[in-house]
């Protein structure tokens, strides 16, 4: 391996690329469970179960 192949990291934007790319065929729905209603439920976020938006597939950082 490579010095530049073997490291766990990457950027933001690029994490948030392919996370876009691997759920490109999910509809919205597959998409919120995934992503916000999967958080809510790890994190215990009961009042973010229903009130946060579906997610629409594109990123942005914080």
């Known amino acids: 391996m490579s010095a530049d192949t073997d490291k766990l990291h990457a950027s933001f934007e690029r994490i ?3 996370y876009s ?3 490109a065929g ?3 729905g597959e ?3 995934l992503f916000a209603a999967n958080a809510a439920r790890i994190y215990r ?3 973010a179960r229903h ?4 997610f629409d ?3 942005s950082p914080p």
Not at 51 to 54: I, L, Q, V, Y
């Open 16 to 18: 948030m690329s392919v």
């Open 21 to 23: 790319t691997l759920t």
């Open 26 to 28: 999910f509809t919205d």
């Open 31 to 33: 998409r919120d469970k």
């Open 45 to 47: 976020l009961a009042s």
């Open 51 to 54: 009130e946060h938006e579906p």
């Open 57 to 59: 597939g594109r990123f």
